[in-house]
């Protein structure tokens, strides 16, 4: 009873974790508690504190790695919204010059 209190516990405690860092909080709660569960079974109570800490090494390498892509998604969009806006500031400047030599006509 009380390991399942544990794993209930890691479980919420991860997926607020994972929620915080934008990462799916299901996931890592799924996986907190089948990890406690497991640990459990198997070795008892006193190493599931060390896998939890292992599981939050996963995250932690897994959120730097999708932070990295990130920026690099974000640089890309905003190089690209550059160009956009470049575009559309060529445009409205070609369009305001004909807009001037039909005046001028």
Do not use: C
Not at 26 to 53: H, I
């Amino acid at each position: 009873m009380v390991g399942l209190i544990v794993a209930i516990g890691f479980a919420v405690l991860f997926h607020r974790m994972a929620a915080y860092e934008r990462l799916s909080p299901w996931m890592w709660a799924a996986a907190s508690f089948a990890l406690s569960m497991v640990v459990l079974l198997v070795m008892g109570f006193a190493p599931v504190l060390f896998a939890q800490v292992a599981l939050y090494g996963v995250m932690w390498w897994y959120n730097a790695r999708k932070g990295g892509r990130r920026e690099q998604d974000w640089a890309a969009r905003r190089e690209e919204q550059h160009h956009i806006e470049e575009e559309r500031w060529r445009r409205a400047q070609e369009e305001i010059q004909r807009d001037r030599k039909r005046r001028e006509r």
